[in-house]
């Protein structure tokens, strides 16, 4: 039987192929052999039971199982939306969130499948770290998102094919700047190695204590990404031929019109992030950015 005292969560996104039912299933009856007791995420448990797959009956957990101390992880299977899906549901608790990528970069979910006997025994032993990472807060007028914290980013974007924006940006309520593009991304340091890395921005260190301010395709040439203190608050006024915009916290997204008020500022809890001894940051940078290899060799 399952020890009563080692219990692991499982979160999915998506099963959605036999190989990957066929990984689940391994992973499940590899973390049972080791006497691990396994709960379900509710919503995984929806999904299994309304695709018919074929995975072996489990428990279902909610958030508010995980206080309490009960709970030595989550394991998130999938890729990095995985883990940002996993961070809503850890929320405040400071469960550790462990990533098992399945999908493609995995910046975030950084073990490979095939790993997954290796991170289970290191973890029963408590061979690992915890990686502290920061977060966004958004506070707004109207209430926008359930859970109001961002792990990567903080966007506010054009809807649709709509004209650019204007985006009247305060720092600490002095006037920053005022971007007129087709939107704003204001990312942590973990979130700095996504969108805003693909519109130009810089990589954050994961430590830098920094957010970065980064604009999308801005009208003004001159205008570049601007690294700020992460104990600065941020607001916003929008301006454009539109009456709504989108608002986004990672990979959940919502309209808002030109009179919701919104401010960004540091969360004041963090996500532990479980990492390995044989990882780190500048390892990941170089395997998923390819640096120092060059593809004509």
Known sequence: MPSAN??????????????????????????????????????????????????????????????????VALISIGGDGTILDTVTIAGHTGVPILGINTGRLG???????????????????????????????????????SFNYALNDFVIHKKESSSMITVHTFLNGEHLNSYWADGLIIS???????????????????KSS????????????????????????LSFEIEGRSHSYLASLDSRSVSITPDVQMAIKRA???????????????KTLRQKLMWGLDGRN
């Open 6 to 71: 080692m219990k692991v969560g499982l979160y999915a996104r998506l099963l959605k192929n036999p190989k990957e039912v066929t990984f689940f299933n391994e992973l499940h009856n590899y973390l049972i052999e080791n006497e691990i007791e396994v709960l379900f995420h509710e919503h995984l448990n929806e999904y299994i039971h309304s695709h018919s797959l074929k995975i072996a009956e489990s428990k279902s957990f909610s958030t508010s199982d995980l206080t309490g101390g009960s709970f």
């Open 107 to 145: 910046f975030l979910s950084s073990i490979g499948f095939m790993d997954y006997k290796k991170a289970v025994n290191d973890l029963k032993k408590g061979a690992y770290l915890l990686d502290k990472r920061s977060l966004l807060q958004l506070e707004s007028s109207s209430e926008l998102f």
């Open 188 to 206: 942590t340091p973990t979130g700095s190695t996504g969108y805003s890395l693909s519109c130009g921005g810089p990589i954050l260190f994961p």
């Open 210 to 233: 920094s957010f970065s301010i980064t604009p999308i395709a801005p009208h003004n040439l001159n205008v570049r990404p601007v690294v700020i203190p992460d104990d600065h608050v």
């Open 268 to 282: 004041n809890f963090t996500v532990n992030l479980v990492r390995f001894e044989n990882e780190n940051f500048l």
